[in-house]
């Protein structure tokens, strides 16, 4: 099993940056491809990014590109989003996500969960 361990969150004006990191226990991390999802109060979970496994290849939702960069340090087990041109579109609670799976791009992709960290973007 995993345990994901979200932070970095925070309140922020928009057009500013923040970086979210997610710590995960265990030391199989490196077999785990991450993602990043967002919720919005009364919205569903959304897709932000992933990054793949082995491959590292990355994967971002329309939202996120072009201004969020996920990347990922197996040594310190850590996945992280940076956040560029934050909008007040971006507020939400911000959760990573572990799978094994080929899918990448919605929630029942993934086996673990953190507890998400929240953002908001004042205007």
């Known amino acids: 099993q995993v345990q994901l361990v979200e932070s970095g969150g925070g309140l922020v004006q928009a057009g500013g940056s923040l970086r979210l990191s997610c710590a995960a226990s265990?030391?199989?991390?490196?077999?785990?491809?991450m993602g990043w999802f967002r919720q919005a109060p009364g919205k569903e979970r959304e897709f932000v990014a992933a990054n793949r496994r082995d491959v590292f290849d990355t994967y971002y939702g329309d939202s996120a590109k072009g201004r969020f960069t996920i990347s990922r340090a197996d040594a310190q087990n850590t996945v992280y989003l940076q956040m560029n041109g934050l909008k007040p579109e971006d507020t939400a609670v911000y959760y990573c996500?572990?799978?094994?799976?080929?899918?990448?791009?919605?929630?029942?992709?993934?086996?673990?969960w953190g507890q998400g960290t929240q953002v908001t973007v004042s205007s």
């Open positions: 265990g030391r199989t991390f490196s077999s785990y491809s």
């Open positions: 996500a572990a799978t094994r799976r080929l899918g990448l791009r919605y929630p029942s992709d993934y086996d673990y």
